[in-house]
Structures are given as C-alpha cells and as structure tokens.
C-alpha cells in the first residue's frame, strides 16, 4: 500500500492547500453563477456540468487560428519512405488533413512537401506554413551513415527564421537539429537514437524520457502513439481544450497525455480484461467534483486497492491519484477556455479544490497560471486566421 498512500499525496482525493499547507478533502460546493445574462449563464453552466471525454456538443470555432501545416519528408537512398515515415505520415494527415467542419472552419491545410506519390507539393509548399513537421528521417541518417538533404535543411532553416512553428517525431530531430534550430532546446525522440542525437549536437538538451516537449516555438515529440499525442496537443493549443477532445474521442484515443508523462513502463502488458478498468475510470472522470480515493476506485472496479494502482500504472504510466490529478487539470484547462467562471469556481468544478489549490496544481503541471493560461489560450485572445 505503501505506493498508493504516495500517490496521494500527488494530488487526488485529498489534496494539499497551498495557502496553508493541511490537507482537505475536495467537496463541490453549489455556488451560484454570477448573473451575467442567460446566454452566458447557461454556456457556464453546461461547460461546467459536461463530460470530460468531449461527449455531446462541441461549441462550432470559427475564430481560432489553424493555418497551413507542412509536412517534410526525408527520403530515403531510393528516394522512399520507410514504414514508420508512412505510419506517421498517416497519424499527421488524419489529424491535420481530415477536415472537421463541424469542429472548426477553416480546418488545417496540409501540404505534404516531398518526393514521388507521397509529396502533394515540392520544398516550395513550406514557405509561409504556420507549422512545419519533419517525422522520422532514414536510419541512415539517425546514425551519421547519409545526411540530411542540404535543400531541405536550407528550407526549415528558412521556415523557421521566419517564424513557422517547428516540429519533429522521433528521428525528424535531426532533420530540425541540422538546420539549427533545436540548439538551446530540449528535444525528445525515440530513447534508441537520443545517444546519436546528443553526441552529434551538443547544443541540444536531448530527453528519451517523455512524451513530448513544448518551446513554443519548436515541439518535439517521441514518434509513434506519441506522435499522435503531439498532434492533439498542437491542434489543443491552437483550436481549444473542447475541439481536441471531441477530435480525440472521434480517433478513438485519451484525450490528453501530459508531454512530461514517462514514454515507457517496465512492466508486462496488461491482461485483456479492460472491462474492470475502463468504466471505472470513465466513471471517475465524470465525477471529478467529488472526493475519490483510491480505495473507493478500487472497490468500483472490483479489485485490491493494490492491485487497482498496478493496473492502472501499467496501462496509463502513472499512479491513480496522479491520473486523477491529471484528468482535473485538463478539466480545468477547459473551463478556462470556454467559460467566464471564476478561478475559485473552477477549483470546485474540476475538482482542485481552492483558488489556491487550484494556481498551485496548475502552474506546476503546465508552467502558466490559471489566469495567464485563459488570456493565451481564450477564442478572443488568438487570431482569426493563420499566417
């Protein structure tokens, strides 16, 4: 049991005030709106009652920005893809080249720059993309055996001076590290290659321990399952919490994993026997505003509060309680950008507790504050159009 009372020290059940340092058990509390109009009293009031897992409506974003995403292809000496290249290809274009009407209008427009049947545009097609993605680059060129094509270095080198949003999945580090524009960045890539990448760049800060990394500028993320995690994140950061979890639910994956969350456990694969877990874990999600304990969590799903906290570490990488915490922040995260609560009402909503509570959970799992994170990431605060 030893580290199930760890967890939940992490934040859960019962959570640590920051003003005051006790621990207080989480209630929801029915404090009113403020009466600010129907319209705006009711938009508060169903964000603030709705699912966690963007079922039902999603308000229609016709003012957030999308823009233009280049994808950049590497090939290889025969002037191929390799299956990984082409799988993430895929996860980019579903995300990316799919329009969603229904969720925002205009939707990204992807142009694929690169050689033969898989190239929608040349090397031209980058210039003036708000973001530009490099997935994996051939092995020959992760191990130092083939460079990166001097034209397409020239060209990210290009797109990022000026100023298109910079990402790579997996090996693609290298593609942005040749151009120079991970130096002073922390990068992330698949743990196999971040040796090569580091010794090669030394002014690069590399991490095979995460998801993915966010400068704001230059993202990158871990390839694979992570790659999708970075594209949901991307679309996150530019259509809003409620778009990217609908988007997210309609591809049959979470919504959000936090990009400092562990790649990898050292643990068997879980037994498929998700039925126990999942509904619990469903349940729990829509029932953030109550106290939850682990033990409480256990018994709805039928199991050992041990053995409830292994399960969960195996199939998510984390402890219950700080999947609790993470599902709240995210919960948070929402509320911030589609109601006109205040903080201390949101604390409630989303479980955190205290205005206090809430500013120290937050800042610690996204780097903003609550008020900070609704003037950057509201409707209002981005422009109507892409670059």
């Known amino acids: 049991m030893a580290g199930?009372?760890?967890?939940?020290?992490?934040?859960?059940?019962?959570?640590?005030?920051?003003?005051?340092g006790h621990w207080s058990v989480l209630r929801a509390h029915g404090s009113t709106l403020?009466?600010?109009?129907?319209?705006?009293?009711?938009?508060?009031?169903?964000?603030?009652?709705?699912?966690?897992?963007g079922v039902g409506p999603v308000p229609y974003r016709r003012s957030m920005s999308a823009g233009a995403v280049a994808v950049v292809l590497v090939p290889d000496e025969r002037g191929g893809l390799s299956p990984w290249d082409q799988y993430e290809l895929s996860t980019i274009s579903m995300v990316f080249g799919v329009p969603y009407p229904d969720l925002a209008d205009p939707w990204y427009a992807l142009r694929v720059?690169?050689?033969?049947p898989y190239g929608t545009h040349g090397l031209d097609g980058i210039a003036g993309a708000a973001t530009v993605v490099v997935p994996?680059?051939?092995?020959?060129?992760?191990?130092?055996?083939?460079?990166?094509?001097?034209?397409?270095?020239?060209?990210?080198?290009?797109?990022?001076?000026?100023?298109?949003r910079m990402v790579s999945m997996c090996t693609g580090a290298f593609a942005l590290a040749a151009a120079g524009l991970l130096d002073g960045h922390r990068a992330v890539l698949h743990p196999n290659y971040a040796p090569l990448l580091a010794a090669r760049h030394p002014r690069v800060t590399v991490d095979a321990s995460v998801l993915y990394t966010d400068g704001d500028r230059v993202l990158t993320g871990a390839g694979a399952a992570a790659?999708?995690?970075?594209?949901?994140h991307l679309v996150r950061k530019d259509l809003g919490a409620a778009v990217a979890g609908e988007l997210a639910r309609r591809l049959v994956v979470?919504?959000?994993?936090?990009?400092?969350?562990?790649?990898?456990?050292?643990?068997?694969?879980?037994?498929?026997?998700?039925?126990?877990l999942g509904p619990v874990l469903h349940w729990a999600a829509e029932h953030l505003r109550e106290p939850l304990s682990v033990e409480e969590l256990a018994r709805r799903a039928r199991m050992s509060p041990r053995t409830f906290?292994?399960?969960v570490r195996e199939a998510h990488g984390t402890t219950p309680l700080q999947w609790l915490l993470g599902q709240r922040v995210a919960r948070a995260q929402t509320l911030l950008e589609a109601t006109d609560l205040p903080v201390e009402r949101i604390g409630e909503e989303s479980g955190l507790g205290s205005a206090a509570n809430l500013r120290r959970h937050f800042t610690r799992a996204l780097g903003l504050s609550p008020s900070a994170?609704?003037?950057?990431?509201?409707?209002?605060?981005r422009p109507s159009t892409g670059r």
């Open 113 to 116: 720059c690169g050689p033969g």
């Open 227 to 232: 790659g999708l995690d970075l594209c949901l």
């Open 373 to 381: 994170y609704r003037e950057a990431f509201r409707p209002s605060a």
């Open 34 to 53: 403020a009466a600010r109009g129907p319209r705006r009293q009711e938009r508060n009031r169903r964000a603030a009652h709705g699912s966690c897992h």
């Open 136 to 164: 994996s680059v051939p092995v020959a060129v992760a191990e130092g055996r083939a460079e990166v094509p001097e034209e397409i270095v020239g060209a990210l080198r290009e797109a990022g001076a000026a100023g298109a």
């Open 4 to 20: 199930v009372e760890e967890g939940a020290r992490e934040g859960g059940a019962h959570l640590p005030e920051a003003d005051d």
């Open 309 to 311: 906290h292994r399960r």
């Open 254 to 276: 979470p919504a959000h994993r936090p990009g400092g969350q562990p790649q990898a456990v050292a643990a068997p694969v879980p037994p498929r026997d998700e039925d126990s």
